[in-house]
Nanobody, 119 residues
């Protein structure tokens, strides 16, 4: 199991930046699949950026070139650096980790952190 705690959300003007953090309760060194999702009011939760088990990174087209995902295994923390923010980036952002494989895999989620971008 793993507990995930997000932080770093807030209110920012369009064009500004925020850095989200996701602190894990255990080592993330062996957790290959981790990422950030977001959910805007009235919309489904969507992937923003994530590391896959195969070592690649998936991105939402809408954030390519503006957001960066990185991890600090020594600090057991996953980050999302968000630059050039737009009002349409407004959402609750969730950290996700997948433990296990195949049918035995389990998704873990943080409580979310609110990001609001004003125009």
């Amino acid at each position: 199991q793993v507990q995930l705690v997000e932080s770093g959300g807030g209110l920012v003007q369009a064009g500004g930046s925020l850095r989200l953090s996701c602190a894990a309760s255990r080592s993330i060194y062996s957790i290959n699949a981790m990422g950030w999702y977001r959910q805007a009011p009235g919309k489904q939760r969507e992937l923003v950026a994530g590391f896959t088990r195969g070592g690649s990174t998936n991105w939402a087209d809408s954030v390519k070139g503006r957001f960066t995902i990185f991890r600090d295994n020594a600090q057991n923390t996953l980050y999302l650096q968000m630059n050039s923010l737009k009002p349409e980036d407004t959402a609750v952002y969730y950290c996700n980790a997948v433990l296990g494989y195949g049918l035995g895999s389990v998704d873990y989620w943080g409580q979310g952190t609110q990001v609001a971008v004003s125009s």
